[in-house]
C-alpha cells in the first residue's frame, strides 16, 4: 500500500497533446506508470506516446478505466477540466497547471468535494510513488523506494530534498507536492492522516513555506492525531515581509503566517525543524532511527 | 497583482450601486482649481493623494479646501510627494461630507477555510491591524448559496446600525459581494465606510484584482503597478522579479527553491539582490534568458541554483555558456552555479571548462558567491 496511488492507478492526461502533457506523459511511463489515455477535444483518436486520445474524459474513462487525471490544461480551461473529470466519476485529480484563478478553486473544490473526488494542486508537482505510479511532474531521478513520506507546498524544493533522502541511502514512501496556491485541494492537515495509516511511512517529512495558516494548522493536527516522526523545514525564514493579501489578510492570520510561528508551531508538537534544505537528510536519518525503536 | 487606485476603486464601486462622495481626479494645480471653481467638485472639498500606500492622513497627502484656489494650493502641495516610495502623479477631489461615525468592511479569501470571509468592525478609520480581536467580526461566506440575509444582519448588528442604517448596508455588503466574484477580487475594503445620516458611503477604497484571472478581465490591462523596465521584460518572459537591496544576483527555478537560496544566503552573510524566479521549469533556454536579463541588472556577483529534474544539467550548462558568451567583458561578472539533477557531473564540467565556480553542494556553492561578491573586481 501507498498513499493515493498504487499499482492500480490507471492514469488520463487532459490536455495530453501540449508540449507539457506530451513530455510528462513519457515521464511517467519511464516511472512504470500505467497510463492508459489522454484527452484533448477535437483531437480524438489519434495517439500520443502510444496512449490513445479522445474527445472527452466520459469517454476515456469508459473505454480504459482510467481512475486519476493528471491535468496540464491551460489556466483559461482548467476549471472546466477539472469538472468534467469530477462528473465522469474520476475520484483523483491532480492539476499541474498553474496560475489558476483562486475564485475558480473556490467552486472547483467544494465541487470535487460533494462528489467524492480529491483534488491535488492546482500549480503543483503532484504525487510519486516509487515503484508504483507517478502522477505529475516531478523528476523520475530523485525517487528511490523507501518508507520516507513528503509533503510539500514547494516544487523544484520538493525535488531537491526528495533527492536529498535518495542520497543519504533511504528512500520514500509516496511523495506529494501539495502546491503553493492560496486555495488548494489538498493541504498538509487533508493529507497527514493518508500518512499515518500508510503502513509502508515510518517518517514524514513536512516542506512548508510562509505566508498562510497551512503549516500551524498541520502542527495542530499533528498534536493529537499524527504518530510518526516529523522532519520539518520551512522556506522563506529571509524573505522580506510580502503583504500579498493586504490588511485584512493579516487580520486572519494574526501573528500566524510567519516563519518564526511556523517552526515554533512544528517544534512544540516535536517535529525536527531543519533550518536550511541540507539540513533535511540527517534529520531524516535520526528520524527514521526514532521511528525503529 | 492588480491594485485600484482609490479613485479606479470607487468607479467600481459607484458602477456596483456603492454610495460614494462626489469626486473627481486632478493631475495639475489649474485642473483642481477648475473642478472646484465649475461645481464639479462641491466645496468645502477634500484633496487627496492617490497612492497606494496607507497612512496618507499622518503623512499629508490628504488636505482640505474651502476655495477653489485653496483647492490649487492644496493640490500643488500633494502632486510630486514621495509617499513611501511612490510618486504622486494624480488627486482624487471630493466632497466633505457630515459623517457620522466611521465604520469597517472587507471581503477576502480566508485560505485556511478555502472559503471568502467577510470582515466587519464597529471600529473604521484606522489601521485594521490595530483594532483589538474582540472588536473585529469575521463571518466566512459560502459562495454557494453566496451572501446571506442573515450573515448581512450580523453586520448590522456588531456595527450597531438603525434599521435605515442596516437597510442601506445591507445593499453596500451585496455589492461587495458582487464585486469580489464577478471583478476576480484578491480584495474588497472599504475603511472607513462612513455613516451620513440615515446612510452608509464609502470615504475611501481599497480593490485588489487577482492577477491570475487577468485573462477574464482586459479592462485591467492598463492599470499596473508602477514597474521598471528590467521587471517589465521579466514580466514578458514570465519569469519572477524581486529586487532586493544587496549585490548578489540570484537566479533559481521555483518559489520554494528561490527563498530556500535566499536563507541560505542570508545566513552565510550575503546580501541577495535581484531575484529571479523561473517557475517550476528548466528549460535551458529559459535559464540562459534570465541569464542575460540579469546581466542588464549589473550585479557584483550572480549565483545560480537550479534543480534540473526534466532536463539534463548538461544541456542548461551549454545554454548558459552560450548567453555567457553574449555578455560584452567588460559587463561580465563573477558567476557561481550550483546545479543538481539528470547529468550533474557533465553539466559542471561543461561550465568549468568556461572559467564558472560549478559546485554541486548548496552550502558550498553559497559560500563561493558570498566570496566572489567581496572580491573586489
Known sequence: MSVLVDRDTRVLVQGITGHQGTVHTRQ?????????????????????????????????????????????????????????????????????TEHVPFHDMLVMYPYARSKGTRIIGPNCPGIGAPGKAKVGIIPNVVFQPGRVGVISRSGTLTYEIVNGIKEVGLGQSTCIGLGGDPVVGTTFTD???????????????????????????????????????????????????????GHAGAIITRGKGTAESKVAALEAVGARVARFPYEIPQLVVDAVRSARR | MVKLAEWQGKKVFRSYGIPIPRGEVARSPAEAQELARSGKVPLPCVVKAQVLSGGR?????????????????????????????????????????????????????????????????????????????????????????????????????????????ARSIGGVLESIWKIFEQEDAELVEINPLAIVGDGVVALDSKVIIED??????????????????????????????????????????????TMATLDVL??????????????????????????????????????????????????????????????????????????????????????????????SDLREAAQAAVEAERRPA
Not at chain 1, 55 to 62: G, I, K, M, Y
Not at chain 2, 100 to 105: D, H, I, S, T
Not at chain 2, 277 to 304: I, N, Q
Open chain 1, 28 to 96: 511517467m511511463q519511464q516511472f512504470g506508470t500505467a497510463v492508459v489515455a489522454g484527452v484533448t477535444p477535437g483531437k480524438g483518436g489519434s495517439l500520443v506516446e502510444g496512449v490513445p486520445v479522445f474527445d472527452s474524459v466520459r469517454e476515456a474513462v469508459a473505454k480504459t478505466g482510467a481512475n486519476t487525471s493528471c491535468i496540464f490544461v491551460p489556466a483559461p480551461g482548467a476549471k472546466d477540466a477539472l469538472l468534467e473529470a469530477v462528473d465522469a466519476g474520476v475520484k483523483l485529480c491532480v492539476v499541474v
Open chain 1, 191 to 245: 493529507a497527514l492522516p493518508l500518512f499515518e495509516s500508510d503502513p509502508e511511512t515510518d517518517a514524514l517529512v513536512l516542506v512548508g513555506e510562509i505566508g498562510g495558516t497551512a503549516e500551524e494548522d498541520a502542527a495542530e493536527y499533528i498534536r493529537h492525531n499524527f504518530t510518526k516522526p516529523v522532519v520539518a523545514y520551512i522556506a522563506g525564514r529571509a524573505a522580506p515581509p510580502g503583504k500579498r493579501m
Open chain 2, 57 to 165: 492622513g499622518k503623512g499629508g497627502a490628504v488636505r482640505f479646501a474651502n476655495t477653489p484656489e485653496e483647492a490649487r494650493d492644496a493640490t500643488a502641495a500633494i502632486l510630486g510627494l514621495d509617499f513611501k516610495g511612490e510618486r504622486v502623479r494624480e488627486v482624487l477631489l471630493e466632497e466633505k461630507l457630515p459623517i457620522g461615525r466611521e465604520l469597517y468592511v472587507s471581503l477576502t479569501l480566508d485560505r485556511s477555510q478555502r472559503l471568502p470571509v467577510l470582515i466587519s468592525s464597529a471600529q473604521g478609520g484606522v489601521e485594521i491591524e490595530s483594532v483589538p480581536d474582540g472588536s473585529i467580526d469575521q463571518q466566512s461566506v459560502d459562495p454557494f448559496p453566496g451572501l446571506t440575509g442573515y450573515e448581512k444582519r450580523q453586520v448590522s448588528k456588531v456595527l450597531g446600525l438603525s434599521p435605515p442604517q
Open chain 2, 212 to 257: 491570475d484571472a487577468a485573462f477574464r478581465h482586459p479592462e485591467y490591462a492598463e492599470i499596473r503597478d508602477d514597474r521598471t523596465e528590467l521587471e517589465e521584460i521579466a514580466r514578458e518572459k514570465e519569469i519572477a522579479f524581486v529586487q532586493l537591496d544587496g549585490n548578489i544576483g540570484v537566479i533559481a527555478n521555483g518559489a520554494g527553491l
Open chain 2, 266 to 359: 542570508k545566513e552565510l552573510g550575503g546580501a541577495p539582490g535581484v531575484f529571479l524566479d523561473l517557475g517550476g521549469t528548466d528549460d535551458p533556454r529559459k535559464v540562459s534568458e534570465a541569464f542575460l536579463l540579469m546581466a542588464r541588472a549589473k550585479p557584483a556577483a550572480v549565483f545560480l541554483n537550479i534543480f534540473g529534474g526534466i532536463t539534463r544539467c548538461d544541456t542548461v550548462a551549454k545554454g548558459l555558456v552560450e548567453a555567457m558568451g553574449q555578455v560584452p567583458p567588460s559587463e561580465r561578472f563573477p558567476l557561481v552555479a550550483r546545479i543538481r539533477g539528470n547529468n550533474e557531473a557533465e553539466g559542471i564540467q561543461i561550465l568549468r571548462a568556461a572559467g564558472v565556480t560549478a559546485i
